[in-house]
T-cell receptor
Framework: GQSLEQPSEVTAVEGAIVQINCTYQ??????LSWYQQHDGGAPTFLSY????GLEETGRFSSFLSRSDSYGYLLLQELQMKDSASYFC?????????????FGKGTMLLVSP | DVKVTQSSRYLVKRTGEKVFLECVQD?????MFWYRQDPGLGLRLIYF???????EKGDIPEGYSVSREKKERFSLILESASTNQTSMYLC?????????????FGPGTRLTVT
């Protein structure tokens, strides 16, 4: 089976940098995705890492180390609107078809 | 602009009722997914479909069934609703294979079973 671990809650102040970690155990691994979900909203895709290293998209970056079964999402220059839940998700195979298995989510609270 | 729509934002049903949740996507995606989201449990995959009339069980299929008669539409059916099926239900779609990492979600249906 698959399991993902991420912190349940992280707090930070505006303008700061925050890192949300994700460790995973899975029988098959094809990549790690990150999603953002505002309260009452739908999850939206942020980034994806299939290979080791850092992917940067504006203020957000995502890192993957396949040998350590570990990844993180880095949010820079935090803004109040970044307060949301963040989910890591492993892309793996389910009955031979590609699916995502999600972590339980990290709630990020950004204060002034 | 890509879009996934769900038939209802809020739904209240009684125990034992048959419940249909509808999802429509306009991106011509092969893959469609149904998840339920509960506090502290994240998103859990109920069923998915990789093509018309095809379906596969996810991690928690018990008590649910699905139907995909057209490429753009994926329905989740609760044959006999129970109180433990009270939850937020999210539909998503994606391209096939490697495209699965980027899923597009609908706004969700909050179902309450009383």
């Amino acid at each position: 089976g698959q399991s993902l671990e991420q912190p349940s809650e992280v707090t930070a102040v505006e303008g700061a940098i925050v890192q949300i970690n994700c460790t995973y155990q899975t029988s098959g691994f094809y990549g790690l995705s990150w999603y953002q979900q505002h309260d009452g909203g739908a999850p939206t895709f942020l980034s994806y890492n299939a290979l080791d290293g850092l992917e940067e998209t504006g203020r957000f970056s995502s890192f993957l180390s396949r040998s350590d079964s570990y990844g993180y999402l880095l949010l820079q220059e935090l803004q109040m609107k970044d307060s949301a839940s963040y989910f890591c998700a492993v892309r793996d195979l389910n009955s031979g078809y590609s699916t995502l298995t999600f972590g339980k989510g990290t709630m990020l609270l950004v204060s002034p | 602009d890509v879009k996934v729509t769900q038939s209802s934002r809020y739904l209240v049903k009684r125990t034992g009722e048959k419940v249909f949740l509808e999802c429509v996507q306009d991106m011509d995606h092969e893959n469609m997914f149904w998840y339920r989201q509960d506090p502290g449990l994240g998103l859990r995959l109920i069923y998915f479909s990789y093509d018309v009339k095809m379906k596969e069980k996810g991690d928690i299929p018990e008590g649910y069934s699905v139907s995909r008669e057209k490429k753009e539409r994926f329905s989740l059916i609760l044959e006999s609703a129970s109180t433990n099926q009270t939850s937020m239900y999210l539909c998503a779609s994606s391209p096939p294979g490697q495209g699965t990492h980027e899923q597009y979600f609908g706004p969700g249906t909050r179902l309450t079973v009383t």
